[in-house]
């Protein structure tokens, strides 16, 4: 089945011609690095210098997506890949770096997936909430900032998750239009909203990175993804992105969007989120509503299942903690 959302011929023809045009010319493309000593916005030749591109469609998220392979004059090699969703006025991007070579690169450092996007018209205004935590304040609470002449607006999550204190989606209202606004990065990310004569600059990264890459290493900028609108109608706005984002992006069951009942089975409380957590334990768990006769489709492990020191918040790398989870989740995911 076609999906299709409330979007306006304007929108779409405005949406495409954005994408289009930031693809057409690779030196001005809104993103930036240093390699070394050099320092790049886009992809400017004859520094780089772009070995391929192959578009296709993905007819089950409903876009077009197009891989653009680009080297660069120290051995590095860079895919831009992008996504455009005709229907939704919609489209999004990444920035992926390799080392093909047999040595360590030159230092990778400020990788910006968003650098410099421009939004022109005044009054502009954010939208967005404040996330899983904030003292003295309800999770989630809406908030709204507008940005004033010559003012820049910084938001960051703190301890190393991408929800806490601070949360990567926006909509931003500016003159006559909108734009709403996802940076995808379940760690660290950076934005900055700068605003001076009638344009806001917008800007997306992982907040620290500052690295060679070893033979064989990829690197990735946060993916940034945006859905254009018209007017300043913010129900209409929250209802163009719920389209978008259920009919294009939400996970599926055997390629069906998930209507049914979708029961997670958990044993947070039980463990101090997953701090008490152990392999033999998890499986138990599982067993016993098996027992009861609950049909969960998942099992959801919460936080506090790596090394932690019984501190779920010091989230440390992702792997889990290999004294209480001997298979890793292995054992865990067969049951």
Known sequence: EKKTAD??????QRAELTYK???ADLSS????????????TGFP?????VASRNTTTDEQHHCETTDTTINHKSGLQFVLKTAFYPEYAAFEWTVYVTNPGTEDSP???????CNGYEFNGENPTILTNNSDFEAGEAPYRTDKVEIAEGQT????????????EAFPYYNLEYGDKGALIAVGWSSTWETDFTYNNGVTDF???QKTFNSYLKPGEVARTPLTAMVLYDGRDRQRAQNLWRDWFIDCNMNRDDGETLTDPFVAGVSSRQNTEMI???EQNQIDYINKYKNMGIDISVWWMDAGWYPCNGDWVSTGNWTPDTTRFPTGFADVSET
């Open 107 to 113: 230092i990778v450092s400020n990788f910006y997936g």
């Open 29 to 40: 493309f809104p993103s930036s690095v240093n390699i070394g000593d050099d320092s790049y």
């Open 153 to 164: 607006v910084t938001d960051s999550p703190a301890n190393g998750r991408g929800t806490d």
């Open 21 to 23: 045009n930031m693809l």
């Open 203 to 205: 800007y997306a990264r």
């Open 45 to 49: 030749s004859p520094d780089f210098t």
């Open 7 to 12: 979007v306006s011929p304007a929108e779409k």
């Open 276 to 278: 008490g957590a152990t």
